[in-house]
């Protein structure tokens, strides 16, 4: 019987030996084509390209805000238009002017900036595939399992595929917010596509509304409220990221908030996150009006 389970043993440690050895050979050959298909100057001039267009994004957002005044006028005149309250709007530039009036108007600028990039990127590549998911089951249940992973996968990993295919910078830091905020934008715009009445489709249908039509004046005006909420997670998704994203060289209050945890600096830290959350109240107020505007005139 020992003899039986002693011959057994050496045969799964052997099995367990090549299986690794197997695993390791898979390892070096994907690193060898990673090296040989994606680190030749070809591939590395798209990569360039891609990180030109979204550092021009971001510097473009960072002029527009260049000076204070701009800042918070801007920032008033859209909590206005989307509110139509003047206690709200007034209460956002008082927040602004405290986060100036601590000495992180270039760093807000900057978190704006990044937020911003990736919530408009975020925006437009996840409603049309939310779109795409919602026009069938198929559709649906190929893309479900690819949002699951990207919202169950740590948030630090996003870091590495980022610091990968680009320096060390504002790319890797919009790249990763992408990733970590877009997937509730393509969920919530299939949900809600997929929730609107079957009696008002039928209707559509009924009408000799091609598919194009009962979208664009049927579905997606009834869905722009949920669609909405989707963008409104997308931004503090994308705010959530931002001390994460300061590991990857990006310059703003995440780094601030790194930089006073990393030196115990009890002072700043509290000063970088009240900036935060000020500005995730902000936004997160901006987007609710707006949803709300926009399911009233639906």
Request: charged share 15%.
């Amino acid at each position: 019987m020992n003899d039986f389970h002693s011959f057994y043993y050496k045969k799964l440690k052997l099995c367990k030996i090549k299986f690794t050895e197997y695993l390791n050979l898979i390892k070096s050959s994907s690193v060898c084509w990673l090296q040989k298909y994606f680190f030749n100057d070809n591939i590395k001039g798209f990569f360039d390209v891609i990180s030109a267009i979204v550092d021009g994004i971001v510097s473009f957002i960072v002029l527009v805000l260049t000076f204070p005044p701009a800042l918070i006028l801007i920032v008033g005149i859209i909590a206005w238009f989307s509110s139509k309250k003047w206690s709200f709007t007034i209460l956002s530039m008082i927040g602004l002017l405290f986060i100036l009036n601590l000495g992180y108007r270039q760093e807000t600028m900057d978190t704006l900036a990044l937020v911003l990039t990736s919530v408009l990127i975020s925006i437009i590549v996840g409603i049309p595939l939310g779109i795409w998911a919602s026009q069938s089951e198929k559709k649906a249940r190929i893309i479900t399992p690819i949002l699951d992973f990207m919202q169950t996968m740590p948030a630090f990993v996003y870091l590495i595929p980022a610091l990968f295919f680009f320096e060390i910078g504002v790319m890797p830091g919009v790249i990763s917010s992408v990733i970590f905020a877009m997937p509730p934008t393509i969920r919530l715009t299939n949900l809600d596509i997929r929730e609107v009445p079957a009696d008002l489709v039928e209707a559509a249908n009924a009408y000799g509304s091609t598919t194009k039509q009962k979208l664009f004046k049927v579905q997606l005006p009834l869905a722009t409220k949920t669609i909405m909420a989707g963008i409104n997670q997308s931004i503090m998704l994308s705010l959530s990221m931002v001390v994460i994203a300061s590991l990857a060289g990006a310059p703003r209050l995440g780094a601030e908030v790194y930089r006073a945890v990393s030196r115990l600096e009890v002072d700043t830290g509290f000063e970088a996150g009240i900036s935060i959350i000020i500005l995730a109240i902000i936004l997160d107020r901006i987007t609710q009006y707006f949803g709300n505007h926009s399911n009233q005139r639906a």
